[in-house]
């Protein structure tokens, strides 16, 4: 987590081009409110990077509002799409920048200029997926569908569920309140149980995949995402019943 | 098309690390015998590289009989699957000059190192796309049961008989016998046709996509494609119809 005075701090020591910063961070679970670092970023006038991978579709990512210049995600997580994409989004100033690089991309792949010339449909790039991008389509119909506040809405609703079966369960959360991923939840493994045991339980009995920390986390937390459809009070409920079964079968 | 002779004149004046080129000419419809490129370039141990995009699934790419170091193709053109994969093949000598590398790759995302960790299955380096794994498997197992011999073959028969159908037409084809993709037949626009009419046509009253040339070859050949499920005599007959009567009507 990082405050706008940490933030501002760097940017005029280093005086760095481009900010980058994690919005959601898997491997924690901590959600980093971007506009403190936009905010000390654009009074040097460097550009913004957010990485929305865990963050898009869960919470909000108001790129405009946030004074985000590039944002990129991925279709599988909180759009619950087929994974295969990456939704990306610059700034009108991001563009400004890229058009008055004076050396070229050395990645034709990646050369965000040729990328805009395809997607403004005029210069052929590369052959697009279209099965993923039916899929996208359709993931962002059913999205709209069911509106973006009350789809956050759902992901807070779930998230209370689950940390309150984990209160019940006596887990503690290994992120502070307020900094929370509603979707991404981290509770920490409880003193002498081994977390490998309790995925396994939970994969080989229940079929229910969660992940564990790795680094420094490793062993220490549970990694539980609950996005898109299965972001619900009954999904929450049964895999808190599991769960709970899971961590005594390992204590 | 280049012959021995040609690659060893340049081999020898540039002493090139690596020898790329284009096994099947999407543009042109040309296919490049790989044998005496790489039997060039191995004589100053010059690594080889072959663009089999458009030739994996229709035509041998025996890359170990080539003595093709690289190969890289696609999903949705030979092998009849979604577009999005690029199946990739390297030597065991490209790789250890890959590992012999003093300088770190640049880009990440297609650092062949980091890609051969996590092929191995002991590094992660992104979510790969399920959904196109499965259909990749698929396009594969059919590949398998119909055998590929038989597909090759399959694939010549409807070239031939292509073939036979534009000379009833008076049409005539861009590269020489001998030399052609079976998968994708170049023949000339005939002088006074509109190929932009004839394409517009077929697309429009039939539902068939067929392209046309580009760069010095725009309004000079079309290109057709005739690949996997559709390389088949009743598909020929059916287009060979069509678009008859579509340069008839351009005409």
Chains 1, 2 share one sequence.
């Not at 959601?24 to 000390?40: C, F, M, N, Y």
């Not at 040097?44 to 865990?54: E, P």
């Not at 898009?56 to 210049?69: A, H, K, N, R, T």
């Not at 299965?230 to 999904?235: G, I, K, L, T, V």
Request: charged share 25%.
């Amino acid at each position: 987590m990082f405050g706008y005075d940490e933030v501002a701090e760097f940017v005029q020591r280093e005086k760095p081009a481009v900010v980058a910063f994690v919005h959601a961070e898997t491997s924690t679970g901590a959600l980093q409110d971007p506009r403190p670092i936009t905010k000390a970023a654009r009074e040097l006038d460097a550009l913004t990077i957010a990485d929305a991978v865990t963050s898009l579709g869960g919470v909000p990512v108001s790129v405009d509002e946030m004074d985000i210049d590039i944002a990129y995600s991925c279709s599988q997580k909180g759009l619950s799409c087929p994974p295969g994409l990456a939704p990306f989004t610059a700034s009108r100033r991001a563009v400004e920048r890229l058009n008055a690089r004076k050396t070229p991309v050395p990645e034709w792949y990646l050369d965000l200029r040729l990328l805009g010339e395809y997607f403004d449909g005029h210069k052929y790039h590369h052959t697009a997926s279209a099965t993923l991008f039916y899929a996208l389509h359709e993931s962002l119909r059913l999205i709209h569908e069911e509106g973006l506040e009350n789809r956050f809405a759902r992901h807070r609703r779930a998230h209370h569920a689950l940390l309150q079966g984990f209160e019940e369960l006596g887990l503690r959360m290994h992120v502070a309140e307020g900094y929370r991923i509603p979707h991404l939840n981290t509770p920490r493994v409880p003193e002498g149980v081994d977390d490998l045991k309790v995925r396994k339980h939970l994969l080989e009995k229940d079929g229910i995949e969660i992940a564990g920390g790795f680094g420094p986390l490793a062993g220490k937390i549970f990694r539980i995402g609950m996005m898109g459809p299965m972001a619900n009070e009954e999904c929450v409920k049964m895999f808190l019943g599991r769960f709970g079964e899971a961590l005594q079968a390992a204590a």
